[in-house]
């Protein structure tokens, strides 16, 4: 589906649920998401760590799993990188991430991409960002940014799953390098703030503190420009 890397192969055989994914294989990919290829024919020829990239032959079809299962791929895809079976063996079921994949492998995408990070003076502040669709609040991808150099101020997050629609960026400082977290965002390919002019959104949190921002998909606008920069806020009160 994308460019990652191998994070398991393993085989699952029937469940008390019934069949089980058989010869599975999960990759990984860069923006965090994970993606699924079960019931395969036979273990794939590949081990974890491994890199492949998109439209690579990385198994083939089957029904292994269990009795009922006929020749087919069962294909799933997690934004927030917490796959079905993942969330199953940590005994959460029903709290997986997996999304409607046919607007990625469609091609029907939004090529969102949103870079957010600590502009203050001092790179050492860190944030969990989650994405949420507004209709529900359903989660859709979750990470932790982490600075703690000028080379790592800033995280990109690419979704190009996300359909046209309102959606929250939700962010809580989770290390404000013992002072005060200052946090930047900014936005391309057809995002916008819904109550922020402008593409960069800047902010101050304080350990612990979470901002919600809401952010608006638009299915008419995906020019490919790069993202725009996030200027260093001079002006907070963070200490240097």
Not at 33 to 51: C, I
Not at 163 to 183: A, E, F, S
Request: charged content about 20%; proline content about 5%.
């Amino acid at each position: 589906m994308a460019d990652g890397t191998v994070e398991k192969v393993a085989f699952e055989g029937p469940t008390s649920a019934g069949a089980g994914f058989g010869h599975y294989i999960i990759i990984k990919h860069r923006d965090g998401s994970k993606s699924l290829y079960a019931h395969l024919s036979e273990r794939p020829n590949l081990r974890v760590g491994d890199p492949v990239s998109a439209g690579q032959a990385i198994g083939k079809v089957g029904n292994t799993g269990g009795p009922g299962v006929g020749i087919h791929l069962h294909f799933e895809y997690a934004p927030n990188g917490i796959l079905r079976v993942d969330d199953r063996n940590n005994g959460n079921q029903g709290k997986w991430g997996n999304v409607d994949p046919l607007p990625c492998i469609q091609g029907q995408l939004t090529d969102a991409q949103i870079r957010i990070g600590d502009n203050g003076p001092d790179p050492d502040d860190a944030f969990e960002v989650s994405i949420l669709r507004a209709s529900d609040g359903r989660l859709l991808y979750t990470a932790t940014t982490r600075t703690v150099s000028e080379q790592t101020r800033f995280y990109d997050v690419a979704l190009s799953n996300l359909r046209p629609g309102r959606y929250i960026i939700r962010v809580r400082c989770v290390d404000d390098g013992q002072d005060i977290g200052t946090l930047g965002i900014s936005l391309v390919y057809g995002i916008r703030f819904e109550n922020h002019m402008g593409s960069v959104y800047s902010a101050e949190l304080e350990l612990g503190q979470t901002v919600e921002i809401a952010i608006v998909v638009d299915s008419s606008t995906r020019t490919r420009s790069a993202l725009p920069e996030i200027p260093i806020n001079s002006t907070s009160s963070e200490s240097r």
